[in-house]
């Protein structure tokens, strides 16, 4: 079983990143579904904080996995040659990417 983690937990998860890994950018990933239409916002709850690889392509979509990353990369490449296509996505994922301290959030109840 996986056990949840607790706010205070999440935060000090976030603390000993940052005192680690302190030239790292923290990202939040906020869910948008659940909307407090009277007052317009959400309440939020941290489900994780990680370590996570970042790209934000040009029209603004923003991925976290390497393999999703990756695959992108990959479906991209004008070349025809395998290795040399999964050489140039090695090289462009070395290029664009950024790691990240990533905090994902849930929308919790109005």
């Known amino acids: 079983m ?3 983690q607790t706010t205070k937990e999440n935060l000090k998860a976030l603390f000993e990143l940052t005192e680690l890994r302190p030239g790292l950018d ?10 407090c239409f009277d007052y317009r916002y959400t ?3 941290i489900l994780f ?8 392509d040009r029209d603004g979509q923003i991925l ?21 296509r999964e050489a140039e996505v090695q090289e462009r994922y070395l ?15 109005c």
């Open 26 to 35: 923290v990202k939040i990933f906020a869910d948008s579904n659940e909307m």
């Open 49 to 56: 904080v990680e370590v996570s690889p970042w790209y934000s």
């Open 95 to 109: 290029q664009e990417v950024k790691e990240v301290i990533l905090v994902t959030l849930e929308a919790d109840a």
């Open 64 to 84: 976290s996995s390497e393999d999703d990353i990756l695959d992108r990369f990959f479906d991209e490449s004008d070349i025809d040659d395998i290795e040399e």
């Open 43 to 45: 309440l939020q709850r």
């Open 2 to 4: 996986v056990k949840i």
